[in-house]
């Protein structure tokens, strides 16, 4: 009997113990997720040339078209717009840039190119979007001929 006692006494002793140790397997903190401001821009489709090489006689040369490139963005606030611009201060044709296809704003239209920064999609806010970039190069015959490469750069700024 003694045996038998001197046995249940460590059985008890042992789950006492273990439930002892078991609580002291557990801990806690804390995580702080901060999700900052995220404005960004990719163009796609690579660089482009825009060749104006034909006429109507009687008439000034035919425009050159070109569709082939886009813009991509992400933008988790409110109040955004994204706008374009031309490095080149100074060319003798016109250069025009129209957003079409629009998801995640809406287009501001055909804008016609220079070194002041103009709306080019608006009404961006949290959200994936993108456009197609639909350029017209057009020029007359008195402007002569040249070639003059842009850059173009497109930036998401605060919205107006």
């Known amino acids: 009997m003694k045996a038998l006692c001197t046995w249940l006494a460590v059985v008890v002793m042992t789950f006492a113990f273990t439930g002892i140790v078991m609580a002291a397997d557990n801990d806690a903190h804390s995580v702080t997720v901060t999700v900052s401001n995220i404005n960004e821009i990719s163009i796609t489709g690579g660089d482009i040339t825009l060749t104006i090489n034909s006429a109507t006689a009687g008439s ?10 886009g ?5 988790n606030t409110t109040n955004k717009k994204i706008t374009v611009a031309t490095n080149q201060a100074s060319f003798d044709h016109t250069l025009q840039v129209e957003a079409t296809s629009v998801t995640g704003g809406t287009s501001a239209g055909q804008k016609t190119l220079s070194t002041t920064a103009q709306d080019l999609v608006t009404g961006v806010a949290e959200t994936l979007g993108g456009c197609t970039l ?7 015959a008195a402007q002569g001929t040249q070639s003059v490469a842009h850059t ?3 930036t998401i700024v605060a919205g107006s």
């Open 134 to 140: 639909s350029y017209t190069a057009s020029a007359t």
């Open 152 to 154: 173009i750069t497109y």
């Open 60 to 69: 000034n040369p035919d425009a050159e078209n070109d569709a082939t490139c």
């Open 71 to 75: 813009l991509l963005w992400t933008v």
